[in-house]
Every structure is written in C-alpha cells, then in structure tokens.
C-alpha cells in the first residue's frame, strides 16, 4: 500500500480510477461537510470515483485546523486532508444558474449523491431530490443532516455537539456534578456517516435488480443514540437507567483508568476467570481471596476494600510494562495512550495503518489508510486530498464536454 | 421484501461488533444464521445461568431478525453442519479470538473450498495480523490504546478522564463490517468473486481522529484533551438548566452573527456588551467567565425552554438528554420513531434504537423479536439442509445441536 502515482509540479496530480476497488465503477457526487465526510472517504477509499463539489474559493472545512506546519491556508488543513483522500475536486457556485445546470448535467453521470446541506436547501437551488431523479432516476441521494428530513427540528441548527448532546452518550460523561464533555473525534457523525455509507451500497444493491434509485435520509441526532450500549432496552426492560460514575477517585467499576509511573492504564476485569487470574498477578491479598469477589456485582459493592490494592499495584509499572505483563496473562490490560503513542505503536506499523503520501503543499507525508483490508479488492490510497478546483479542467472540459472558452468564462464570473 | 432479500450470512459470533455486522444486514433483509452453543452461551445470552436466556435486554438489541441454531462445535458432525451451510451461503462474519475458528477448521482458507464466492469478514480489536493481534481488548480497551480515553478530557484535568463509560467502538465497528460486507457483494456481482475482510476495530475508531494523528505526523506535535473547548466557538458546551443538579443543556455559537442572535435572544443583558465578549477572541480568551454568565442565564430554564428559546433566534441548542429523556420526552425520537418496540417471547415488549435511516424505497425493517435459544435449529436443518425429521432426531440424540 504504497502512494506512487507520478507528481508532475505542472500538470493536475494523477488521478487515475482504481481499477478493482470493491466499487470502482460508482461515481459519488460529495457535497458534504463535516457530518458526512467520514461517509464520502469511506466510499473514495473504496475505489468509487468521488467528486468533491466545493464552492469556488474553496469548502469551508479548509479552514478547520490543524494546518500542516501551523499555517492557516486552503490547501493545509490537515482535518481536510485526512477526510478527502482518494477524492477528486471541482469547483462550483450552486447558487448560480450555470452552476445548476452544470450540477444538473453531473448528475446523469453519478450512481450518488452525498449530501448535507439544511433541509430545503438544495430544492431552493432548483436541485431537490425530485429534479436529480428526473435527470437521472438511477441516482441514489444520501441527505445526512443533523435533524433529519422530517420532524420537529428540521429546521433548527445544529452541528456534532448538539446531536452528541441529544444521543445520551453525552449525559453519560465528565464527573457527577460537573458539566458533561464532549467526546473528541466527533463520533455521532461518523457513526451517521458509516450508517449512510451502508445505507447508500445497499440502495445500489437494490439499484442491480430494479433499476431504481431513492432518496436515503440519515440523522446526526439519531446516529448519536447508535454509539453507547445497552441503556435503551435496558431502561425499556428494567426502567433503570444509567448515571455517571466518578472516574476522580478510581473505583473498581471494571474497567477503570489506573494511574501507573508513566501515565494511566485501563484494568478491565470482567470474566470469572479473569478475576482468578488478576487476583494471583496481584499477590493474593488476604482480604480478596473471598471467591465471593469472583461474582462482578459483589466487586464493584466493595470497591472500597478492593480499590486500594489495584491502585498501589498500578503504580509500580509503567504504561509499557503493564500492557505487556497483562496481556502476557491474557488479561485485558491496555496502556492509555496519546494519539502520537498510537501513531508509533508496533501494531500500527506491522499493519500499515498510516501511508505514504505526497501534496504539492504539504509535501510527503503519513495517513490513515482505509478502514478494512479487502483480500481480493484492495481499498488502495492513490492520492491526497484534491486542491481547489485540481479537476475542473479534467470533468467540466474532459468529461461534461465543455470547451475551453465555457471554462473561461465560468472561472471569470464566479461560477468555478 | 427487504433489498438484500436473499442474501444468506452465517454468525461466528460473540461479544457486539460481529453481531451487529448481523444485525445491520438483517435490517435490510439478509437472512442471518447465529450459531450458538449450550455449553459456551454467549454473556449477552445470559452465560452459564440459563434462567438468564432469552431474558436479556442486550441480546435483544444485538440480535433482532436473526435465526438462532444450537451447534456443539467440539464435535466432528457440528462442524460439517457448519460448512454444510456455508456451502449454501453468501457471507460469514466471525468474530472470535484470533485463530479460533481456523482450530475449528471453519477458517476462510477452508471455507473457500467449499464456497469459493464466499465473502468472510473477520473482526478482530486489533485486526487479524500484527504482533499483537492476539491481544484481549474490549472497547474501553481500543478507546484508550488509539488515544480517544485520554483526549476525553478536560485541558487541565486532574482525574483520568471524562471519558463517557460505553461500549465504544463496537457499534461502529460493527456497521462498518456491514458497509464492508455490502462493498464486497456489490464486487462480486461485477466480478464474481468473493474474498476476505480483515477488520481491526481499533482501526474503525481511529479513523475519526485522522486529524489529530496528522497533527502528529506533520507538525510533530502530539495533541492535548481541549475539554469543551472548540477553537472559534463560545460560548459553546455544557451548561446548567433549573431542573436539577444533574440536567444540563448543550450551546454551540461558532460565528459573531450567532453571537449577536444569541445575545438578542438571552434578553441582551448589560455584561454582554462588556468588552470582554465583543468579539470571537476576546470570548474565547475569557471563556470562565462567559461560561459563567451563560449559565446564569441557562440555570432559569430546562434543557428544552433553552433550545426552544436559542433556536427561535437560529442558536444550536439542545437539551443533554439521558435516556428516560429520549424515551419519555424526546419530541425527535417520537416523531421520526428512533425508538422500537418488539415482543420478545419471554420478555414482552422491549424498546430498541431504529436505524437512523430512512430510504425511500427500500427502508430498513425492525419487526422481529431475537431468537430464542435454538429456536431455529430444527426448521433450519429441515427447509435449509433438506434434512428429514429421523436425521435431526439423531442429530439431537447425539448431542450434535447442543
């Protein structure tokens, strides 16, 4: 898994299709910003040939840091250099009407479109879900919003803190009494974005046999519900739910965050014979060899009395060696880690999580790769994110059959 | 008649995430055979305590709209059933300890004998290669060693972390397995050809924080937690609402425009013309004390009067719910229906989370209860392997389908 496509510093980067990706063949349209880009990259690094639509200028998500070498600019935004990988980009004003009928025109050419924008904001610009279908009535439209089509808060506004803060994870996190903490990593939209590209290959599935496409509709907030556990049935079942626990003074809740030399390690007991098993590791005290501790419940009613032990246990160790003494038991033992301690990790390197890449700006450079490792199919990294506009000779003259002289005057009055 | 009608998938499976690749195609359609086992029962069947079966809730939500078979896989003849369906199948998803299922001889290399188009995922924590994919996790497990339990934080914590206790990233792992599973059917529709799916979940989680490890890797800085803090918004995060000490509500302002409604909207009160506010830096520099007058506002009002109020004047607000908040007072959860309620033959009814999709033409379908223990055993055999009743007496008889 290697990035070695030729960089010419003239011409556009090669983009040239992957030509047995699991769905090479497909082209995706993306119009999407930050709840659905973790869909489009999925379907990119795939092999489907995705079109990022961005507005002249460039998407707003080039703005969002970290900038490769702290230097705010379009083409340096690491967060959108990580999520539109493998894409190719275009450039165009959906507002104007050479933009529709330009958008219009790309859309006989799609088998999808991605999506995001506020309910009723594409069907404004002439381009809702009815008017794609007639152009083309194997389209399938992915619409990934916070709220969804229908309901009470179509309209409202809303972005990854609203819909975490809707989908009870969110209730669930910081200390009892302290205000709750958003989860890093903005997880209600990933998990609406993998919903949407599941959704989105079942609708092409469905697509072999009756020829049809359809509008998929995916909500932030209720992707936000998908995340947690168990608390929904349990609560339908037991009508108990679940309340915040304090991680500021370890309790033995089975799989708490330790303090060890070096920083924090994760202790998760769950199994009868795990429980044997850390109890030997950790000496047998006296007052633990009750096989009554065996049962989980009867642990976390004494953790008070258990507590102690494990933490003086914790701190003789460093992160390294309690990882590698616990698994060595086969317990569930594992360090905490910082993101760059995942980055240089053993097991990422064995597996090539991060590739080689190269970017006219950034330069060569590390990512992460994608998600499965196809045996027959392989999602291969081709290239870094497009810069703005890269492909607009390439689609609008190459493909859509414009000359030259359209692409000038479009460029000169805003539309690309 | 679901989309994916048609498509047969046989479960290997413990634990959430290859379940809920199960279960994500099942919602589509797919007819999912679950293999279980009497004598190992899975802990969300209910483990060794069989007055436990059939009575968990967290089965029920892993497990709806799948068919359960009793196999004893110790045995010669429980496996040969095994491979006797896969034979007549087009996906299986296992997800046990690394090497378990080629021990059994149920591994790809063998199953691909007998079903060369076969698609196999297999998930694994830590994916099925590496040094250390024989590595016992869980989620919390994956959540700390790919750095998201220690960005979960507060800038200046003191406690370990603020970390949110769920079962993370197995859900998504899962969906990711079945969004996988549909790439690989819709390749071997083009081609023919099935093949192996190696799936590290650790990898699935990871893949949100690109960014941080690009921040990482390019400018060589390793990222710290930022809390609540989003560079450009405030105020923004968690604030205190009136109907008690644990109910708080969320507020994003990300833009001086959102400010200005913002302020309009809260009754432009005398502190929010204070210099100090005026602009996107100057609140961000002093956040404490912003913070500090938000919530002297929000702490009037519950979760819902402040998104009612905020979004009126165009503020993304909203109310941080718990989940007898999603189920007794969620106006989105009730209108769009997040929420489902199945009877389960010996629970009665018990609410599971819809899919978060609606789909024009072919929506997801959650109308079936899980199985029972076994329940499908026999009427597998018989409609599936063409078995006549004497062959699945004996099979019961020698304990082939414990």
């Not at chain 1, 991680?247 to 303090?259: K, N, P, Q």
């Not at chain 1, 890269?390 to 539309?415: C, M, P, T, W, Y």
């Not at chain 2, 799948?66 to 429980?78: A, D, F, V």
């Not at chain 2, 970390?163 to 859900?171: G, L, S, T």
Request: proline letters at 7%; charged letters at 25%; one cysteine or more.
């Amino acid at each position: 898994m290697r990035f070695d496509a030729p960089l010419s510093s003239t011409g556009p980067l090669a983009t040239g299709p992957l030509a047995n990706g699991p769905l090479s063949g497909f082209r995706v349209l993306d119009l999407a910003d930050e709840t659905g880009l973790p869909c489009t990259r999925f379907l990119a690094d795939l092999g489907a040939d995705v079109i990022k639509v961005e507005q002249p200028g460039g998407d707003p998500t080039r703005a969002r840091p970290p900038f490769a070498d702290d230097q705010p600019h379009p083409e340096r935004s690491l967060y959108f250099l990580h999520w539109n990988a493998n894409k190719r980009g275009i450039t165009l004003d959906l507002a104007t009407p050479d933009g529709q009928d330009l958008f219009r025109q790309l859309t006989r050419t799609a088998d999808v479109v991605v999506e995001t924008f506020r309910p009723g904001t594409l069907e404004g610009w002439g381009l809702g879900y009815e008017v794609l279908a007639a152009e083309n009535p194997r389209v399938i439209v992915t619409s990934i919003t916070v709220f969804g089509q229908t309901g009470p808060y179509r309209d409202y506004n809303g972005d990854e803190l609203i819909a975490f803060s809707l989908g009870g994870v969110m209730a669930l996190s910081g200390e009892p009494g302290g205000p709750p903490c958003l989860a890093p990593g903005e997880l209600a939209s990933g998990m609406a974005s993998t919903h949407a590209a599941l959704a989105t290959q079942v609708a092409l599935f469905h697509r072999i046999k009756s020829g049809k496409g359809q509008h998929i509709d995916v909500s932030v907030a209720e992707a936000a519900a998908h995340v947690g556990g168990y608390g929904v049935p349990y609560y339908s079942y037991f009508k108990q739910k679940a309340e915040r626990v304090t991680h500021g003074h370890t309790s033995f809740e089975l799989h708490d965050v330790y303090a060890c030399k070096d920083g924090g390690v994760r202790v998760y007991v769950l199994a009868r014979d795990h429980w044997r098993t850390f109890l030997d590791w950790i000496g047998s005290p006296e007052e633990l060899r009750d096989p009554l501790f065996e049962d989980q419940d009867m642990r976390r009613d004494n953790r008070d009395l258990i507590d102690p032990y494990v933490q003086e246990f914790c701190k003789r160790f460093t992160k390294r060696e309690f990882y590698a003494e616990g698994q060595g038991r086969h317990l569930a033992m594992t360090p905490m880690r910082t993101p760059g301690e995942f980055v240089e990790s053993e097991q990422t390197t064995a597996r090539e999580y991060f590739v080689e890449m190269k970017h006219p700006v950034v330069g060569k450079y590390r990512q992460a790769r994608a998600m499965h490792v196809f045996s027959e199919s392989p999602a291969e990294m081709r290239w870094a994110a497009p810069l703005v506009g890269q492909h607009n000779e390439e689609v609008f003259v190459g493909e859509l059959g414009l000359s030259k002289e359209d692409l000038i005057r479009l460029r000169a009055s805003g539309v690309i | 008649m679901g989309p994916i009608e048609g498509v047969r998938v046989v479960e290997l499976c413990t634990g959430a995430a290859g379940p809920t690749v199960c279960k994500s195609l099942a919602e589509y359609g797919a007819d999912v055979l679950r293999i279980e086992s009497r004598t190992r029962p899975d802990t969300h069947r209910g483990g060794p305590n069989k007055a436990r079966w059939n009575k968990s809730p967290s089965f029920a939500k892993l497990h709806r709209g799948k068919k359960s078979i009793t196999l004893n896989l110790q045995m010669e003849r429980g496996k040969q059933i095994v491979r006797d369906l896969v034979a007549v199948s087009d996906v299986v998803v296992e997800n046990f300890s690394l090497g378990v299922v080629d021990r059994w001889g149920l591994g790809y290399q063998e199953l691909r004998q007998i079903k060369p188009d076969i698609i196999f995922i297999s998930l694994k924590g830590l994916g099925s290669t590496g040094p250390h994919a024989s590595h016992i996790t869980w989620g919390p497990n994956l959540l700390c060693l790919f750095g998201m339990t220690y960005l979960w934080n507060d800038e200046s914590a003191t406690v370990p972390t603020q970390e949110a206790r769920v079962q993370h990233p197995d859900f998504m792992a899962g969906v990711a397995g079945a969004a996988a599973v549909m790439a690989a059917l819709l390749y071997r529709e083009r081609t023919g050809k099935g093949q192996y799916i190696d799936e590290a979940q650790i990898e699935v989680g990871a893949n949100l924080f690109g960014p941080q490890y690009l921040d990482y890797i390019v400018n060589g800085r390793d990222p710290l937690p930022t809390g609540n803090r989003r560079p450009g918004a405030a105020p923004y995060g968690s604030y205190p609402c009136v109907d008690g000490p644990e109910r708080w509500c969320a507020i994003s302002v990300k833009s001086q425009d959102e400010w200005e409604r913002f302020r309009v909207a809260i009754g432009d009160p005398d502190w929010c013309r204070d210099r100090q506010f005026a602009t996107p830096l100057a609140r961000e520099r002093n956040l404490e004390e912003l913070d500090r007058r938000v919530g002297e506002w929000t702490r009037q009002y519950t979760g819902q009067e402040v998104m009612s109020r905020l979004q009126a004047a165009g503020v993304a607000a909203a109310p941080i719910q718990d989940v007898e908040d999603q189920f007794l007072r969620d106006p989105l959860a009730k209108e769009r229906g997040l929420f489902v309620v199945v009877d389960e033959p010996e629970m009665g009814p018990v609410v599971t989370e819809f899919p978060p999709v609606r789909m024009s033409e072919t929506p997801p379908v959650v109308d079936r209860p899980a199985p029972l223990f076994g329940e499908h055993t026999d009427q597998v055999l018989r409609e599936v392997l063409g078995l006549d009743e004497k062959e699945v007496a004996e099979l019961h008889a020698e304990g082939v389908l414990d």
